[in-house]
């Protein structure tokens, strides 16, 4: 899949609560094929601190619009900056990035948390596009912690878990009373502690899992073997190989 | 215009890549045509795969970075049977880096590779930790750094670039003893010692605690470097640390560097080194300079 560079022009963007936003990006003419779980690494301009590009999950994608979205947690200098764009800048990017979700399962359960849920509105949209309707369950602390909730429902049935029980069922997601059924596949993107609790509930019941991993990252396309992951055939780039993995090749990930 | 000599290495134009910075080339073949430069140093490789440190291996820092890759590499004989096959036919100079942990691995590796019909020139990185010598780093000591120049003088034939560290206390030594052991031509610099620590959670941000510095803010130390090591050695001189455009490049040319490479820039601009190149060009233009040699070394 050919990785491009490209200024994006920026023709939306939406808060969602404090510290999350949404940027809609357009394309000067025609996006390329794009697949869920595939990642951009955005230039960020204007702070003398940031000098690397950040690694961002790809939100949406609407061809007919040729536009994306991305989903953004402001955490740091980097995302900081990213918040204060305004409708009409441009945004460049290096696109589309690493290897995505495995596109397959009749009764799919997608689980997310905290900007996690980012990659996953693309790929329930996918599913349902195909005909299957994915069950999805989103966590967090407070119902204020899973700052995207609408959209997800035109695609897919939409649980919420939160810890303190005001939305949802309470408890983790893991607790979430849809999330033991028995699902043909599992993918999950979120805290590092949320995806190991789902991947091993996946391993001990035999259904295929693959999550997401936010690894640091430098150049995003192979080159620099910063941002490895210990998996069972060694160091992997997240960058390349993942973001991505089946959990079959994340044993010792599990463990730690 | 631009054609520069290394030695017996005819470069089309100054600007090659930094090993460790660019993969082995085609990571970056869907950004620009990589056949427009004038080399490409592929990934530090040595006698056995190696796996790196662990991760976190970087961590940014104000105009620079840190990291701790550590020679994460597949070793010699996959990148002979399997990587050289992917890229020989690349239109450039296609430079190996050359690391180990012993003066037998560096021969072992620079004898492989001395059989590869398409690598006409080798850089070796002598910015490792000797085991034997309880780690201490090959060049940071002139008869350390001889002393592996010279083995692999005898079984390499062809162009012997070596990569100087710039964590020393007189780097015009290094330079000279290399000099005198047989290399081609220098390179510098290699990364900075440097070190960082999350507050917020009170560890260091990389797993190996210090790590390698790259990046714009290292550029006027390697400038300064480049400049004092192209005055005492009559061998050919390779610039690199922080450049990011072609007037970084011009300040090393201008040095006494007659090529340079570009690392850390990459990862912001993949399509940096294509710019730099054009960027030469433009400046030849405007300043009437039919041959970039005129202006190499007027500092
Ligand atoms: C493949 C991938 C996809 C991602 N998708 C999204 C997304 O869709 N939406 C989103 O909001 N974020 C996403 N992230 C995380 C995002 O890249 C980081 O939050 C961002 O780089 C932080 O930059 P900053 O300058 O604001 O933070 P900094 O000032 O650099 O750091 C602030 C804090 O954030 C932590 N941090 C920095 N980089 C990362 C990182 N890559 N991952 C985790 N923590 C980090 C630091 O350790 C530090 O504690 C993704 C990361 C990866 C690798
Ligand atoms: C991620 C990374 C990996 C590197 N790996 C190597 C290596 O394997 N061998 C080597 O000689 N230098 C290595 N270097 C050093 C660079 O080649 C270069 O000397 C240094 O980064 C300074 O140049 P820059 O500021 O343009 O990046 C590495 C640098 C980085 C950032
Ligand atoms: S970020 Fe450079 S290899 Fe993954």
Same mark, same amino acid.
């Given at each position: 899949?050919?990785?491009?560079?490209?200024?994006?022009?920026?023709?939306?963007?939406?808060?969602?609560?404090?510290?999350?936003?949404?940027?809609?990006?357009?394309?000067?003419?025609?996006?390329?094929?794009?697949?869920?779980?595939?990642?951009?690494? @955005?230039?960020?301009?204007?702070?003398?601190?940031?000098?690397?590009?950040?690694?961002?999950?790809?939100?949406?994608?609407?061809?007919?619009?040729?536009?994306?979205?991305?989903?953004?947690?402001?955490?740091?200098?980097?995302?900081?900056?990213?918040?204060?764009?305004?409708?009409?800048?441009?945004?460049?990017?290096?696109?589309?990035?690493?290897?995505?979700?495995?596109?397959?399962?009749?009764?799919?359960?997608?689980?997310?948390?905290?900007?996690?849920?980012?990659?996953?509105?693309?790929?329930?949209?996918?599913?349902?596009?195909?005909?299957?309707?994915?069950?999805?369950?989103?966590?967090?602390?407070?119902?204020?912690?899973?700052?995207?909730?609408?959209?997800?429902?035109?695609?897919?049935?939409?649980?919420?878990?939160?810890?303190?029980?005001?939305?949802?069922?309470?408890?983790?997601?893991?607790?979430?009373?849809?999330?033991?059924?028995?699902?043909?596949?599992?993918?999950?993107?979120?805290?590092?502690?949320?995806?190991?609790?789902?991947?091993?509930?996946?391993?001990?019941?035999?259904?295929?899992?693959?999550?997401?991993?936010?690894?640091?990252?430098?150049?995003?396309?192979?080159?620099?073997?910063?941002?490895?992951?210990?998996?069972?055939?060694?160091?992997?780039? @997240?960058?390349?190989?993942?973001?991505?993995?089946?959990?079959?090749?994340?044993?010792?990930?599990?463990?730690? | 215009?631009?054609?520069?000599?290394?030695?017996?290495?005819?470069?089309?134009?100054?600007?090659?890549?930094?090993?460790?910075?660019?993969?082995?080339?085609?990571?970056?073949?869907?950004?620009?045509?990589?056949?427009?430069?004038?080399?490409?140093?592929?990934?530090?490789?040595?006698?056995?795969?190696?796996?790196?440190?662990?991760?976190?291996?970087?961590?940014?820092?104000?105009?620079?970075?840190?990291?701790?890759?550590?020679?994460?590499?597949?070793?010699?004989?996959?990148?002979?049977?399997?990587?050289?096959?992917?890229?020989?036919?690349?239109?450039?100079?296609?430079?190996?880096?050359?690391?180990?942990?012993?003066?037998?691995?560096?021969?072992?590796?620079?004898?492989?590779?001395?059989?590869?019909?398409?690598?006409?020139?080798?850089?070796?990185?002598?910015?490792?930790?000797?085991?034997?010598?309880?780690?201490?780093?090959?060049?940071?000591?002139?008869?350390?750094?001889?002393? @592996? @120049?010279?083995?692999?003088?005898?079984?390499?034939?062809?162009?012997?670039?070596?990569?100087?560290?710039?964590?020393?206390?007189?780097?015009?030594?290094?330079?000279?003893?290399?000099?005198?052991?047989?290399?081609?031509?220098?390179?510098?610099?290699?990364?900075?010692?440097?070190?960082?620590?999350?507050?917020?959670?009170?560890?260091?941000?990389?797993?190996?605690?210090?790590?390698?510095?790259?990046?714009?803010?290292?550029?006027?130390?390697?400038?300064?470097?480049?400049?004092?090591?192209?005055?005492?050695?009559?061998?050919?001189?390779?610039?690199?640390?922080?450049?990011?455009?072609?007037?970084?490049?011009?300040?090393?040319?201008?040095?006494?560097?007659?090529?340079?490479?570009?690392?850390?820039?990459?990862?912001?601009?993949?399509?940096?080194?294509?710019?730099?190149?054009?960027?030469?060009?433009?400046?030849?233009?405007?300043?009437?300079?039919?041959?970039?040699?005129?202006?190499?070394?007027?500092?």
């Amino acid at each position: 899949m050919k990785k491009h560079i490209t200024d994006f022009t920026i023709v939306d963007r939406k808060s969602y609560g404090p510290n999350y936003f949404a940027l809609t990006l357009q394309h000067p003419d025609s996006m390329p094929e794009i697949v869920p779980g595939q990642f951009v690494e @955005v230039e960020v301009k204007g702070t003398r601190e940031v000098m690397l590009r950040r690694p961002i999950s790809i939100h949406d994608v609407d061809y007919k619009n040729n536009t994306l979205t991305l989903l953004v947690q402001i955490v740091g200098k980097g995302t900081r900056q990213l918040s204060e764009l305004k409708i009409g800048e441009k945004l460049n990017l290096v696109y589309p990035l690493g290897h995505g979700f495995t596109l397959e399962g009749e009764k799919v359960l997608l689980v997310g948390g905290g900007a996690g849920t980012a990659p996953l509105l693309y790929l329930s949209k996918h599913f349902a596009s195909k005909g299957v309707k994915p069950t999805i369950i989103l966590g967090g602390r407070t119902k204020e912690l899973i700052p995207v909730q609408e959209p997800f429902g035109q695609y897919g049935e939409l649980c919420i878990a939160t810890d303190d029980g005001s939305q949802g069922e309470k408890g983790m997601v893991t607790q979430h009373s849809r999330f033991a059924e028995k699902y043909d596949r599992i993918f999950t993107c979120g805290p590092t502690p949320m995806m190991k609790a789902v991947a091993r509930h996946a391993q001990a019941n035999g259904i295929e899992c693959e999550v997401s991993l936010e690894n640091m990252m430098a150049c995003g396309v192979g080159a620099c073997l910063c941002c490895v992951c210990d998996t069972d055939e060694g160091h992997k780039c @997240v960058c390349k190989e993942g973001p991505v993995f089946n959990i079959k090749k994340l044993n010792k990930w599990m463990e730690n | 215009m631009l054609e520069v000599k290394l030695h017996n290495l005819t470069l089309k134009n100054p600007v090659m890549t930094a090993s460790g910075t660019f993969g082995y080339g085609e990571e970056f073949s869907d950004f620009i045509d990589i056949s427009r430069l004038g080399g490409i140093v592929v990934k530090g490789t040595t006698g056995e795969r190696r796996q790196g440190n662990p991760y976190p291996r970087m961590a940014e820092t104000p105009s620079g970075m840190l990291n701790a890759v550590g020679l994460q590499n597949v070793g010699v004989d996959a990148f002979c049977s399997d990587v050289y096959h992917r890229i020989k036919d690349i239109d450039t100079n296609i430079i190996v880096n050359v690391s180990g942990s012993s003066i037998e691995e560096y021969c072992t590796v620079a004898e492989k590779i001395n059989e590869l019909e398409n690598i006409p020139a080798i850089e070796l990185n002598i910015s490792c930790p000797n085991v034997k010598k309880g780690g201490m780093g090959f060049g940071t000591n002139p008869d350390m750094a001889a002393q @592996v @120049v010279g083995e692999v003088r005898k079984v390499y034939d062809k162009t012997l670039i070596v990569k100087l560290t710039p964590n020393v206390t007189s780097i015009v030594d290094i330079a000279k003893a290399v000099e005198a052991a047989g290399a081609d031509s220098v390179s510098l610099i290699n990364t900075m010692l440097g070190m960082a620590i999350d507050v917020e959670k009170r560890r260091p941000y990389l797993s190996t605690i210090t790590g390698g510095l790259s990046g714009p803010c290292v550029k006027p130390v390697a400038v300064r470097m480049v400049w004092q090591v192209a005055h005492a050695v009559n061998i050919p001189v390779v610039g690199l640390g922080g450049i990011s455009c072609a007037n970084d490049a011009l300040e090393f040319l201008m040095a006494g560097a007659k090529a340079i490479e570009v690392g850390t820039a990459n990862f912001v601009d993949p399509a940096v080194t294509v710019k730099i190149v054009e960027g030469l060009e433009e400046y030849c233009n405007r300043h009437g300079i039919k041959d970039i040699n005129e202006i190499i070394g007027i500092i």
